[in-house]
């Protein structure tokens, strides 16, 4: 167990402020749903109501969808573009998805390798891209999972305004769609970009995320040179 | 999987933990507006 605990740890500690934050969200967003309700003079939710609500969904999808999106274009972007110093990326001239011996495939693979690096043909070509396509869908997902809680919405307030529903595809001409999807964009792109750019002069000792501290700031990536 | 791979349970966890709540949460973020609530 205490090994166990210890090999996970990344993933129990992330798991573990994941379901708090959400927990948080919840009654958060249940308190601020309640004070809308009653300032427009309707009866509060209970809380399984609230998280069981389009409100709740569209306010998680959104964020969902943005982190997903930027791992997506993280992963597809390093591959074909470098940052010079910066060891989140590979080093300038090593553009591009490498050689079978680079990347341990066929007759290059170790014997504990995957198996499907060993083969040729579609299983390989899916364990090549697995990340990227699975980032990828749960990206495309969780921004259809947005913009149909999104909608539903949108949908409820028109018809609580005396207006007719809103279908789906209308909604995705609003403000509102593209306010949520772009707000959390940026950030996303902010983020990714500072990390790129600032992991070439600055450090932390003993972060995975980091070169270590004595390397030299125009050396990108140690092991491949 | 290869019979020279050398999963452990941390590895496992890991994995299917994850995958699990990301396709349990999109499916019921796509099944809530679908059912109008």
């Keep these: ?225 | 999987m290869s019979r020279h791979d050398r999963p452990t349970p941390a590895m496992r966890f890991a994995f299917t933990t994850w995958m699990t709540i990301v396709v349990a949460g999109l499916a019921v973020m796509i099944l809530i507006p679908l059912l109008g609530r």
């Design chain 1, 1 to 225: 167990m205490g090994r166990f605990v210890k090999d996970a740890g990344l993933s129990l500690f992330f798991l573990a402020i994941f379901v708090l934050a959400v927990i948080g969200q919840a009654f958060a967003g249940h308190a601020q749903n309640n004070e809308e309700l009653l300032r427009h003079g309707q009866p509060p939710e209970g809380l399984w109501q609230f998280v069981t609500s389009s409100e709740f969904a569209v306010d998680v999808a959104e964020n969902w969808q943005s982190e997903f999106f930027q791992f997506f274009l993280f992963i597809l972007m390093t591959v074909w573009l470098v940052q010079h110093g910066s060891p989140e990326s590979k080093n300038p001239g090593d553009e591009g998805t490498g050689s079978d011996a680079d990347q341990l495939l066929g007759p290059h693979a170790r014997p504990d390798s995957p198996a499907w690096a060993k083969v040729a043909g579609v299983r390989r070509w899916l364990l090549s891209n697995s990340l990227l396509i699975v980032m990828g869908a749960v990206f495309l997902l969780s921004w259809f999972a947005q913009s149909l809680a999104g909608a539903t919405v949108a949908s409820q307030e028109a018809v609580q305004h005396g207006e007719p529903p809103m279908t789906w595809a209308a909604y995705l001409a609003t403000p509102d769609f593209w306010n949520r999807t772009l707000q959390n964009w940026q950030s996303e792109f902010l983020a990714v970009g500072c990390m790129v750019a600032f992991s070439i002069y600055l450090r932390q000792r003993g972060s995975a995320e980091s070169k270590p501290v004595g390397t030299p700031n125009h050396v990108t990536s140690e092991e491949s040179q």
